[in-house]
T-cell receptor, first 114, second 115 residues
Framework: DARVTQTPRHKVTEMGQEVTMRCQPI?????VFWYRQTMMQGLELLAY????????DSGMPKDRFSAEMPDATLATLKIQPSEPRDSAVYFC????????????FGSGTRLTVV | AQTVTQSQPEMSVQEAETVTLSCTYD???????LFWYKQPPSRQMILVIR??????QNATENRFSVNFQKAAKSFSLKISDSQLGDAAMYFC????????????FGQGTRLTINP
């Protein structure tokens, strides 16, 4: 089965450090989402891309978060500087716009900022 | 903005029994899609079932079925013959075909299966 690949699976870092999370969407999917999951807030949409163009990143703290899609096979989410409140599981999901079949999620990156 | 509400933070059921998870949503649109996702302890988000709002027939996938009540904006998930592997967090999600086509999730229901 085709899958969305996220790396790393786990990341522990110190406050103030830069964190980069990577996502390889399913080949042929033209829509990529980044979600953050916490106990308090549940699943929040951070940003999304269509055909590699960023369409909405209103869910991201702009001063420290950035999302890019340098090519069709790679999406990145960067946090600089990281803070303890950024500790969460970050999911990437991909899909085909207009198919409405639901999106395929990666296994997530569990980020712990100490 | 669309919202999705799952009023049951936790549910439990005996193995082989049937359980129903509730979900309501708020929208002013007539065309949309609804989903149930399962998140086991591995944390992988797995699509369980999908319903198109324009279809009156309730979706079914093996032991999983939904009760879609469009007028009431209700979308419940029924799991028949519950199995230990069904233990997970279950998320209800809404998607509009316009614009962003993003998934809006409920807060989730944690389902425990008792042997």
């Amino acid at each position: 089965d085709a899958r969305v690949t996220q790396t790393p699976r786990h990341k522990v870092t110190e406050m103030g450090q830069e964190v980069t999370m990577r996502c390889q969407p399913i080949l042929g999917h033209n829509t990529v989402f980044w979600y953050r999951q916490t106990m308090m807030q549940g699943l929040e949409l951070l940003a999304y891309f269509r055909n590699r163009a960023p369409l909405d990143d209103s869910g991201m703290p702009k001063d420290r978060f950035s999302a890019e899609m340098p090519d069709a096979t790679l999406a990145t989410l960067k946090i600089q500087p990281s803070e303890p409140r950024d500790s969460a599981v970050y999911f990437c999901a991909s899909g085909l716009a207009g198919a409405f079949a639901g999106y395929t999620f990666g296994s997530g990156t569990r980020l712990t900022v100490v | 903005a669309q919202t999705v509400t799952q009023s049951q933070p936790e549910m439990s059921v005996q193995e082989a029994e049937t359980v129903t998870l509730s979900c309501t949503y708020d929208t002013s649109e007539s065309d949309y899609y609804l989903f149930w996702y399962k998140q086991p302890p591995s944390r992988q988000m797995i699509l369980v079932i999908r319903q198109e709002a324009y279809k009156q027939q309730n979706a079914t996938e093996n032991r999983f079925s939904v009760n879609f009540q469009k007028a009431a904006k209700s979308f419940s998930l029924k799991i028949s013959d519950s199995q230990l592997g069904d233990a997970a967090m279950y998320f209800c999600a809404y998607l509009t075909p316009q614009g962003a086509q993003k998934l809006v999730f409920g807060q989730g229901t944690r389902l425990t299966i008792n042997p």
